[in-house]
């Protein structure tokens, strides 16, 4: 670790008054590039935003800039002299600290500990005193405004937003020079306080930079906003010089919408198959749509607005606290995914972790795909593998995976494979509502493609798809309405044609888009 | 579950039955008094039990298994789980039966050659898990495992004298009243309470609790787990060297019947199993309450081979016990 950070006596370059600044820097995980090529430069006494869509790369270049992860390529320099943090530890050697958005903050410790984590022992001793402790937190809290959290309280119990506030203060604290701030109103009511503290840092000569996914409290704080996409930085723009539309394109990267399918024939008077009203709890405050046969409605959001709290109710994993969900116009009483695929016309769930929520990585994946219904394929309790395999056949076929594939154990198949074998399996099913959570995640072109004509073959034989998915463009091909979800409500919904990219990201960021239709339900 | 607060800055200005029901659960409260209530018991059927060379004897009992114990809290605080004190405490005891060494200046030797054997093979455990990340149940399987086979090569059958000095000095009491054993398993105590005050006592907890908010707030976590590790290891070498003073002769397989009921003192004391929560000295008590009923159950006339069927059954009991009362200290 020492030595890892060479700031003094760095070659001087022009323009040393940038605080931090990063050239070029790149990372890849194996074949997937997180992060290909990012300049951002962060001045003293500026907030700079950091915007972009989901997987853009805004968090890999976080994890850069504080040590976290260390980047392939490129150059980064702090006043002027090369920065290159190995760890967390080195960044706030040289006053870099940050304030994560999964908060890290050790539950078990009291909070006056945790401010002062890692070094709480007093130099001269090298022992703890208990009161000296709880002086030192209570007065950081002090500084910050927080004297109403008791230092002594175990930060297990506080509230999540008290954690948040926590988490910024000691960031706050710790930066002398930069000071990052990974959605920190995402837990906070208001933003009075954090405000505050940013303009406190501000102040003082920090850097700050700025992540948020909420354009309006982006543009209260911050003066140049850097935007992400893919993996590059694609601009940095003054905020005040900038319309929300320039940003939401940059963004997105393009105005013009991809072609759309010829909308599906809606023939014939749709009835609701699934109905949700008002469904609340956990991230969910307050959901109602309908889904009709024949209808494929795509779910866009940010991470965290509820969308999985969502799948996961109409799945009966879990539970809403209140509101109702109806099935062919019966309320859903189902209590698992085994009791919801047999209710009514059945609803089958694709869940987001293929590791641990979707496959048995042990057994074939014909076995994979005829789990759900192995009762109905067996003969006096038997099930041989080659009825398997046969029962599994047709379902392959459907998302054209290769047959061969069915007798080999699932956790041996390709990412795309096994994703193959669960959309079989979820449309092996027989129910008649499929839920899908992001079908396409980390699987290849090709695999794709296929899963979105089983997706529109199923949907054209009077099926309904939910379906969420982190890539605005799929939602763009596929949906024939999409809801937005943000902060757990539907913030808005539109439909055939107007949904496209542009109104789609300015709505998961909660803005409404003036030309775009109010929201329909 | 996270209502037990193992730092020490968690008093509160809760209600007193709050706070005295927590405190009872927190910490040693509840395994102290079951011990001292045991202790009541003997007391009552062994009316010697309370006479200066039974409790020696006694102590002298619980030494080993306290000191595996304490050493097992550090690595199960840090969240893992160490098998090798078994083939430590093994290495030491044939090592000591088979190189006496006499007179106090070797006994200093001995000591120290057993303190190194164990820090050495928690240096190789740490590594392993902090470095390269093996699971701790499985890194330390291993190490276990080559350590009773080094023993076996040291001393391939039971036999061997350890040294005079240390079998009788080792096992005495001081001034015909302080049981010398329990004197080293007060000053390790002491050394915890001392340690538990350093960066490092608060970071073991810490990386316990949550080894990513750890690292993410400046704890270097692999360091922590190795000093854990290295600590542990220290404290099975020593409970090997009391071992040996009390047995008085090598053993290949001595360190065995030890393991286990070293996570019993642990859950009986209790540390949570899951790491971040608990303490050395409750390790200790909930040792030498496992050695008192052995103890008691002797003394009442029953069979040894009922013993583990009572140890078992007083685990359950006291951990459903302090949960249930940690539930209802919450609820005030």
Not at chain 1, 266 to 286: F, H, K, Q, W, Y
Request: aromatic share 6%.
């Amino acid at each position: 670790m020492t030595g890892a950070v060479a700031v003094a006596g760095g070659e001087a370059v022009p323009g040393a008054a940038l605080e931090l600044r990063a050239e070029g820097v790149c990372k890849s995980y194996g074949a997937t590039v997180a992060l290909e090529h990012a300049d951002i430069a962060l001045q003293a006494g500026e907030v700079h935003a950091l915007l972009g869509e989901n997987g853009a790369g805004k968090s890999t270049l976080v994890r850069i800039l504080t040590g976290a992860v260390t980047p392939d390529a490129g150059r980064m320099y702090l006043h002027g002299a090369a920065y290159t943090p190995h760890s967390i530890t080195d960044a706030r050697a040289v006053e870099v600290a940050t304030a994560f958005q999964e908060l890290s903050l050790v539950p078990n410790l009291s909070v006056a500990q945790n401010l002062l984590l890692p070094r709480l022992a007093s130099s001269r001793s090298g022992l703890i005193s208990r009161a000296d402790v709880l002086a030192k937190g209570r007065e950081i809290l002090l500084r910050h405004d927080l004297e109403r959290i008791d230092p002594a309280a175990e930060v297990a119990r506080l509230p999540l937003s008290d954690r948040q506030r926590i988490e910024i203060a000691r960031a706050a604290e710790n930066a002398g020079r930069v000071l990052i701030l990974d959605e920190p109103s995402a837990s906070l009511a208001e933003t009075d306080w954090l405000f505050a503290q940013v303009e406190n840092a501000k102040a003082r000569g920090v850097a700050i930079l700025y992540i948020s996914h909420r354009l309006a409290e982006v543009r209260a704080i911050c003066s140049v906003a850097t935007v992400l996409r893919n993996g590059r930085s694609i601009a940095t723009v003054d905020l005040d010089d900038a319309s929300d539309g320039d940003i939401f394109e940059m963004m997105v990267g393009h105005r013009v919408d991809p072609a759309r399918p010829a909308a599906r024939s809606t023939s014939g008077p749709r009835e609701a198959r699934v109905a949700v009203t008002d469904i609340a709890g956990s991230e969910l405050n307050g959901v109602s749509f309908d889904l009709n046969a024949g209808e494929v409605l795509g779910v866009a959001a940010l991470e965290g607005q509820g969308q999985r709290e969502l799948f996961r109710c109409l799945a009966g994993v879990q539970k809403p606290e209140a509101g109702e969900i109806r099935i062919d116009g019966r309320p859903a009483s189902y209590r698992s995914p085994r009791q919801a695929l047999r209710f009514g016309s059945g609803v089958s769930y694709l869940p987001e972790e293929r590791k641990t929520e979707g496959i048995l990585a042990g057994l074939s994946a014909a076995t994979n795909v005829v789990l759900p219904f192995l009762p109905r394929i067996s003969r006096a309790g038997m099930v041989g593998q080659g009825r398997e395999v046969s029962a599994a056949q047709d379902a392959a076929n459907a998302v054209e995976m290769n047959p061969r594939y069915l007798t080999f154990p699932i956790g041996e198949l390709s990412g795309g494979n096994q994703q193959k074998a669960l959309m079989a399996r979820t449309l092996a099913s027989g129910a008649k509502t499929l839920l899908l959570f992001d079908p396409t995640r980390g699987v290849d072109v090709g695999t794709k493609e296929s899963i979105y004509a089983a997706i529109s073959a199923f949907a054209d034989e009077g099926g309904s798809v939910l379906f969420y998915s982190s890539e605005l463009p799929e939602i763009v091909q596929l949906a024939d309405r999409c809801l937005v979800l943000y902060g757990g409500r539907v913030f808005e919904s539109f439909s055939g044609e107007d949904i496209n990219e542009q109104r789609l990201v300015a709505a998961m960021i909660g803005h409404h888009d003036a030309t775009g239709q109010e929201a329909t339900r | 579950m996270s209502e037990v607060l193992p730092n020490e800055a968690s008093t509160s200005p809760a209600p007193v039955m709050g706070s005295l029901l927590r405190q009872l659960t927190q910490g040693a409260g509840l395994i102290v008094i079951l011990y001292v209530a045991l202790y009541a018991i003997y007391g009552y059927l062994q009316p010697r039990a309370l006479e200066p060379y039974a409790i020696a004897a006694l102590m002298n009992n619980t030494a080993p298994l306290a000191l595996a114990a304490a050493g097992q809290t550090f690595v199960v605080l840090s969240r893992g789980f160490d098998l090798s004190l078994a083939g430590v405490i093994s290495i030491c005891n044939v090592t000591l039966a088979v190189v006496p060494i006499e007179g106090p200046g070797g006994a200093a030797l001995s000591v120290l050659l057993c303190l190194a054997i164990g820090a050495s093979v928690g240096a190789v455990n740490g590594f392993l898990v902090a470095y390269l990340r093996l699971q701790s149940i499985a890194a330390t399987l291993a190490t276990m495992i080559i350590c009773q086979g080094i023993a076996l090569v040291i001393l391939n059958a039971p036999g061997g004298f350890v040294a005079e000095w240390i079998v009788y000095e080792m096992t005495d009491r001081l001034w015909g009243l302080v049981p010398v054993s329990g004197l080293v398993v007060l000053s390790v105590v002491a050394l915890w309470l001392m340690l538990r005050r350093t960066d490092f006592g608060v970071a073991i907890y810490a990386v316990g609790a949550d080894e990513q908010a750890a690292s993410l707030s400046g704890v270097n976590v692999r360091r922590v787990r190795f000093g854990a590790f290295v600590g542990a290891g220290l404290l099975y070498g020593l409970a090997g060297f009391m071992l040996s003073a009390q047995t008085a002769t090598g053993n290949p397989n001595s360190g065995t019947p030890l393991l286990l009921l070293t996570f019993a003192a642990v859950a009986l004391g209790g540390t949570s199993l899951a790491g971040g929560r608990g303490g050395l000295f409750a390790s200790v008590i909930g040792a030498a309450t496992l050695t008192l009923l052995q103890k008691v159950l002797f003394s009442t006339g029953v069979s040894s081979f009922y013993t583990g069927i009572f140890q078992g059954a007083v685990l359950i009991l006291a951990v459903v016990f302090s949960t249930a009362i940690s539930r209802i200290g919450e609820e005030k």
